[in-house]
Every structure is written in C-alpha cells, then in structure tokens.
C-alpha cells in the first residue's frame, strides 16, 4: 500500500527537511554531548511553522493531520531525536485540548502553541504510577471556581520549559480511574514547579523534569471534559500520540541507515567496500526492509488517527511497538557496520543508538502496547 | 567445574563485590580509570593469572581466567576490560611465543601488576583487515625502527608496554608482520586521540602514534614474519576473555532485572522475558566455558573461541537491553546499572574482531575440516 501524501504535506516535508540539513543537524551532537535543551531549535520551529503543524488553521495552526506531524517528527529524527521531540510533545500536550477541549478552550489555548510562544506538555506518569496510570496519586481540590493542584509527576518530557502542561489529577480519590480529571495549566496563572531534571542514556538535550504541584490553582474553566472524564482523556490522546512515537524512531532508524550504509560503501578492508561482503549486504538489506516495513505501519496508523477509525487503538500500538524495537535493532546494527568507529562519538550512530531505546519505553512501554494489541484481539 | 575452580571464582567474586563494584557507577560517569580496582586486582594476584608461577603468576588455566574476567565485569565492565586486555592480548604473547630471556625480564613485570599490558595491531585503515597494517619497523644495526598509527588500542596511556604489530617486509600482507614488545616510555612513542566512547568510559581507548621508535632486536617476539601469527593465537584466547567479559555483563543484568521484578505485581510478559535472558546466559556461559576447556586442553579451540564470543556477546547485547526494558523509564537514567550494561555490551560484539569476523573464522574452521 503507498500513502497519498497530499501536495501540501509534501511541500511541508520538503520545508523541513532542507531546515533540518542546514540547522538541525550541524547541531546535533553538540546537543547531545552538552545535554542542553536547543532552543534556538525551538524558535527555529516557531518561526517556520512547525510547532502549527499539530493544529487546524481555525486554532492558529497550519494542518492538525497525524500524517502531516509524523512525517515532520521523522524528517527531525533523521538528524536529532531530541529535537524531534520539539514537535512530538508539542502534539502531545496539544491533543488534551483538541480531543476533549471546548471549542472555546481550543480558541483560547491553541493559539499560542500553534505560533510556538509558548510549548506544551503533558503530565501524567507518577513515581508509583507509571504504565499503571490509573494508580496516579495528584490531587485536585474544588473551591468554587478554581482547583488546587498538590502532588508530584515524573519524567514529564519538556515539564520544566512548557508554558502550557496538561495534568492528570485525581478528583475523586475514592473512584480509582473514573475519579481521574485533565487540566489545562497555563505556567502565567499556574505555576508549577521542577525541581528535578533527569540526566539520562539518550535523548539527553530533551529536559526530562519532575513536576512539583504545591496549592496550584487551576481555573475550573481550564478543566477538559468532565470531572472523571481524564482518563478516558489520557488514553486517547496517547491513542493518538503514539504513531508520532513510531515516526520518530523510524527517523531515527533511518538517519543511522543512511550514515551506515553509505560508510559502508566508502570503507574499504581486504581491497574492497565492506558493501561488497555478503555479511554486511544481508544486514544492509534486512535494515532496509525493517525500515520499510515500520514507514508504512506507522503511516497507516496516522491515516487511521486522521480518520477517526475505529481500530486505531490497536495500529498506533502496533506502530509504535514495531517501529521502536525496530528503530533499536537497526541502530544496533548501523554501529556494528561502523565497528570500532560506530562506537565513538566523533559518529553520530553511537547516540542514534542510545537515542533509540527510549521508543521502546516512553507513551506506553512497549509491554503495554502488547497488552492494549492484545486487549483488543480478544474484546 | 573442578573444586578448585569454583573456589577461585569465590575468591574473585569476594573481591570483585566488595571493592570493584561500589566503583563501576562513578568510573562510568567520570569517565575515570579503577586505579584501586586495578591495585586490588594486582594485590590479589588477579594480573597474572595465566602467568606460569616460575615467572611470578598464578598459572591458572584458561577456565580460571574465564572466571576471573566475568565475576569481574559483573561488578565493573571497565575494570574487566582493562584486566582482560593486560592478562590474555598484552601478556600472552611473550608468554606463548617469547624467548627465556624476554620472558624472565616481561612476565613477572606483568604478572605482579607493575607494568600493564597492551595490544596495538589496529589501525585507521586496518581494522577487520589487519594483514593490510602499514605500520614499518625497519632494521637499524641491533634495532628495529618502528613508525605508524595504531588506533582503538585498549589500556592507552596506562599501559608499560604494547605488542605492537609492524610490517618488516613491505607489501606481504600476513607474511611481512613482525611482533615487538615496546615499553610505553620509548622515544617516539606518544598517545594520540583518546576516544570519547559510548560505554566502558573507565577504560581508556585510543591512537598510539609511532614516530621513529628505536626497539632493540632483543624486543621481536618469534621470528621475523610471524607477527600475524602471533596476533591471531593471542587474539583466539582473547575472545574466551571477552566471552569471559560478555557473560558476567549479562549476569549482572538479569540479576538486576530479577530485583527491580521483585517489586512489582507478577506479569506473565514479565516472567517469560526473564526466563528467556536467564535461559540464553546459561548456554552461553557453557559455550565459553567449553572453549576455555578445550584451550587448556591443548585441544584445537579456534572455533570453538569465535562461537563463544560471538554467542556470549550477542547474548549480552540482548539481554542488556532486554532488562533495560523491564526496568522501564527508571532504568534510562545516568547511574542506573541497567543503561550503562547497555552502552558497555556493545563494544564486545565489535572488539577482538567484529562478530561479523568471528562468523568468518568459525565458517572457515567448519570448512576447512571437512
């Protein structure tokens, strides 16, 4: 099956592509060895209209399609996973708001995200709620017309650069999940705190935060849905978020092919391209078709997002699962091709390689995608 | 395994637990050399344990050695590493292959500790190829002159000597290499670039740059020309060390995996992934336990070594970052053994000859028997 990328989505692709040859990646491994979060990428990405890629022209955006997002996460990956995660967790903290907003939350939140003043990010993982989610602990108290945040999140990706954070509360402690609620917290009126950033095996440029909430006060008009409704919320937001998962570990997998493939043409030992050994042809090949292979689920799965299918619960999990553990057998091989020279970092597939793993964990372990695969095979 | 195995194993195991593991994290994150898990080993004897006692070693056997490497790793892969080099590449051809006289004056420098050993046969352009090196040494009355590059050497700028492969004949491939032992404070002799790597951050890699060192003749191990000899029979008992190094990495990780387990509700997804890492370890561990045996047997064991660095090492990749898994978002952070098995257990399907190279040597030891 081939996609039908509309002209446009291809213009988009072509427009960040050529950003990311001349900017992203010359920035690369300086963002990696100094684990710094590159803002000057960000801006880069306001002021081209990446960070509107993840929402509708009437919100102030420039498309809103999951096609459209994943294909710029995996032109970003290809250089930078960490800068790639500019526009994914932009997505993330933004379909809160698209999926469950009113529209007048969509027509006062979305604005500023779409113009990349300020970015978003999403809340849920706590220290004892991780892929059981609905064990999550934070408060929220009503008083008349605000609620008062009081708790603690962890590895909340950008949770300390955000302007914007969706978090995942409890309302109702004695109702377990259904007594669960999303907010909106714009950092103006609700500051929070982090304390604490992560330093980690890849993705390091990516500020990973922990979130403290002490007495934040939440206007009630910057709840999403229902009170109880949140963890429906969650759910389907990372329904949608995690085809933008897959596309970034595909980029990831292919920026390592690239580079692999072509030292492998270039490399020569016993008077020839390690190219023309059968060894390294079979590697080369069987990278090629992973990779082949995880582009197309992981677009049929964002065509599925697009179309509001109804199994695609079920594809973006797969997507995600596949691409991932694919995006870290590839980038295990590409360092193997390079040998001793892939284990260094003067080579960029060393941190493509340490990049990779967390596909495999974030959005959803990968053990969660087979048991949300698996729920939905026996419903 | 005989009694007397296991009781070594006990005593590395001891040693390895209680002085070289409380290190690895900080050796890992400052990127610094074990010094005080190196002068343990030394104290311990742990330097110079395929050295026969005649030259000051403990003349164990290769098992023994085995041991050693992967009770060492299981605490610190850098410290096993750096041990691993020194004992089997950067000792074993003196012992193996030198005269009395080189072996009186080397091994019991070795064996005690005093001087580390080291191995440079790689270069920038001769990798998996090493018969293409082009590093010279040329015959200057009762000297050689050495001049080249050797890059990814092991131990640099901690080493007191280097086997150092050089080329006595122009443009004879194998046949043109001569060995020579050269102390680290020669004339000439400087280190290069030293690596930023992804793992193994305690144990220094990098460039040994050759510029007219004056080795006397008494320093040529074997005689001129047998050099790719010498590199490939030390190299065949190196890989059990790395098998050695391998395993006790992919121990470590599913002991680490089964603690962080045993915190949390029991998952069927769980229990088969471990089943499954403990499973691979096991085999592993027979294959490089085989080749070990086979080798002080007397036995041929060439094959028989690349299978057990090729399986071991590709189990440790597996299984390393299979426990990452299973430690989740956790197990990612700086510090965390779980990332640091993952980044370290790379480097052993690349060293001691890629496992693509391993797969040539075995396929052409099954062919060439038949």
């Known amino acids: 099956m081939d996609f039908e990328f509309s002209e446009e989505q291809i213009a988009i692709r072509d427009t960040i592509r050529e950003l990311v040859q001349d900017k992203v990646a010359p920035r690369a491994a300086e963002i990696d060895e100094k684990a710094e979060y590159p803002k000057d990428i960000e801006e880069l990405f306001a002021r081209n209209g990446i960070l509107g890629i993840p929402f509708p022209e009437e919100y102030g955006g420039i498309s809103g399609s999951s096609v459209t997002i994943c294909m710029g996460i995996e032109e970003i990956a290809k250089a930078c996973a960490t800068s790639s995660l500019i526009l994914a967790v932009q997505a993330l903290g933004s379909y809160p708001i698209l999926v469950a907003g009113s529209q007048e939350q969509k027509k006062r939140l979305c604005p500023p995200l779409a113009s990349g003043e300020k970015v978003a990010a999403y809340a849920l993982s706590e220290t004892g ?8 602990k934070t408060r929220a108290k009503r008083y008349g017309d605000e609620y008062v945040l009081n708790g603690t999140k962890q590895f909340i990706t950008h949770g300390s650069i955000a302007g914007t954070l969706v978090v995942f509360a409890q309302t109702d402690p004695d109702a377990d999940h259904r007594g669960i609620s999303a907010f909106v917290l714009e950092r103006e009126h609700s500051p929070w705190q982090a304390p604490k950033l992560e330093h980690k095996l890849g993705i390091r440029g990516s500020p990973t935060a922990q979130i403290l909430f002490e007495d934040v006060k939440v206007p009630a008009a910057n709840r999403l849905g229902d009170e109880g409704a949140g963890f429906k919320i969650a759910l389907a937001v990372l329904d949608r978020s995690r085809p933008g998962i897959g596309a970034q570990a595909l980029g990831i997998a292919e920026g390592a092919f690239e580079y692999a493939l072509n030292y492998a043409k270039e490399r020569k030992q016993f008077g020839q391209s390690i190219a023309s050994f059968q060894g390294i042809q079979f590697m080369l090949a069987d990278i090629a078709t992973q990779i082949e292979a995880s582009r197309n689920l992981v677009f049929r799965a964002a065509t599925k997002v697009d179309a509001k299918s109804p199994d695609l619960t079920k594809i973006a999990a ?49 053990q969660i995608q087979r048991v949300v695969i698996a729920r939905s095979l026996l419903r | 395994m005989a009694p007397h195995h296991e009781a070594f194993r006990a005593s590395v195991r001891e040693l390895a637990q209680s002085v070289v593991e409380p290190l690895a994290a900080d050796v890992d994150q400052s990127h610094r050399f074990p010094d005080e898990a190196i002068a343990a080993a030394a104290a311990a004897g742990l330097m110079g344990v395929l050295i026969p ?64 050993g080291a191995f440079a046969l790689t270069e920038p352009a001769a990798g998996s190829d ?70 193994l951050n305690g144990s220094p890699t990098g460039e040994l740059v050759l510029e007219d060192v004056k080795v006397p003749a008494a320093n040529r191990l074997a005689a001129e020309g047998q050099g790719f000899t010498v590199a490939m029979r030390a190299l065949d008992s190196g890989r059990i060390g ?129």
């Open chain 1, 129 to 136: 709620s991780g892929s059981d989610a609905a064990a999550l």
């Open chain 2, 53 to 116: 006692r005649d030259y000051g070693g403990a003349g164990l056997d290769a098992l023994a050695f085995t041991l050693c490497i992967e009770e060492l790793a299981q605490a610190c892969a850098s410290t096993s590493v750096i041990v691993d080099v020194h004992t089997s590449v950067g000792s074993e051809p003196i012992l193996l292959f030198g005269d009395e006289e080189q072996k009186r004056k080397w091994l019991p420098l070795l064996a005690s500790g005093q001087l580390l």
């Open chain 1, 318 to 366: 797969m997507a995600k699962l596949f691409a991932s553990d694919m995006a870290m057998k590839v980038t295990t091989d590409c360092v193997q091709i390079l040998g001793g020279y892939g284990y260094i970092s003067d080579y960029p597939v060393e941190r493509m390689m340490r990049d990779a793993k967390i596909t495999q964990i974030y959005e959803g372990t990968n």
């Open chain 2, 130 to 199: 090493a018969a293409s090196l082009k590093a010279s040494a040329h015959r200057v009355g009762g000297d050689y002159v050495l001049n080249g590059t050797k890059v990814f050497i092991t131990n640099i700028g901690r080493a007191g000597l280097y086997i150092v492969f050089a080329r006595t004949v122009p443009d004879e491939r194998a046949a043109g290499i001569s060995a020579f032992i050269v102390p680290a404070d020669s004339t000439g002799l400087r280190v290069g670039q030293v690596f930023k790597k992804m793992g």
């Open chain 2, 242 to 370: 790395i098998s050695g190094q391998a395993l006790g990495i992919a121990q470590a990780a599913v002991d680490q995996a089964r603690s962080a387990l045993a915190d949390r509700p029991r998952q069927q997804g769980d229990d088969f992934a471990l089943a499954d890492m403990a499973t691979r370890v096991e085999s592993a561990r027979l294959l490089a336990y085989r080749a070990a045996w086979l080798c002080s047997a007397g036995k041929p064991f060439t094959g028989p070594a690349s299978m057990a660095k090729l399986h071991c090492t590709d189990t440790a990749m597996d299984v390393a970052l299979n426990a990452l898994q299973l430690a989740g978002e956790e197990g990612t952070l700086v510090g965390s053994p779980f990332e640091r098995h993952v980044r370290d257990a790379k480097a052993l399907q690349i060293y001691e000859g890629t496992n693509q190279v391993q797969r040539y040597v075995i396929a052409r030891d099954l062919l060439k028997s038949r």
